[in-house]
């Protein structure tokens, strides 16, 4: 059965970092772009950031640009998402996906994504 796995996630107050993880289980990212979203209580689940399979190229949006880095550990077959300078509107669970379509840039369209993980909570409060 093909699934991805995430770890990491917690609390932690304005202006500080968290690591999350995503690792698929079954079959090799290589072959996967992989992007991670977010729901928000009372909100749309959201496109955060993802990369490409064939290039690696990756793709933010707006609102963590700068702040948020993901990228990808053939060796470990690991896709991280380093995030710094949270701030509470960050507060959310995130979900890592992965899609079966090999493109040289990356998309968050989350109808594209077969594969998607339980969700790990990130809160961002003082």
């Known amino acids: 059965q093909l699934t991805v796995v995430e770890t990491g996630g917690g609390t932690v107050q304005p202006g500080g970092s968290l690591k999350l993880s995503c690792r698929p289980s079954g079959f090799t990212l290589e072959d996967y772009t992989i992007a991670w979203f977010r729901q928000a209580p009372g909100k749309e689940r959201e496109g955060v950031s993802c990369?490409?399979?064939?290039?690696?190229?990756?793709y933010y949006t707006d609102s963590v640009k700068n702040r948020f880095t993901i990228s990808k550990d053939r060796a470990k077959n690991t896709v991280t998402l380093e995030m710094n300078s949270l701030v509470p509107e960050d507060t959310a669970v995130y979900f890592c996906a992965a899609s079966p379509l090999y493109r040289s840039s990356c998309f968050l369209n989350a109808a594209l994504y077969d594969y998607w993980g339980q969700g790990s909570q990130v809160t961002v409060s003082s």
């Open positions: 990369i490409s399979s064939s290039t690696s190229s990756t």
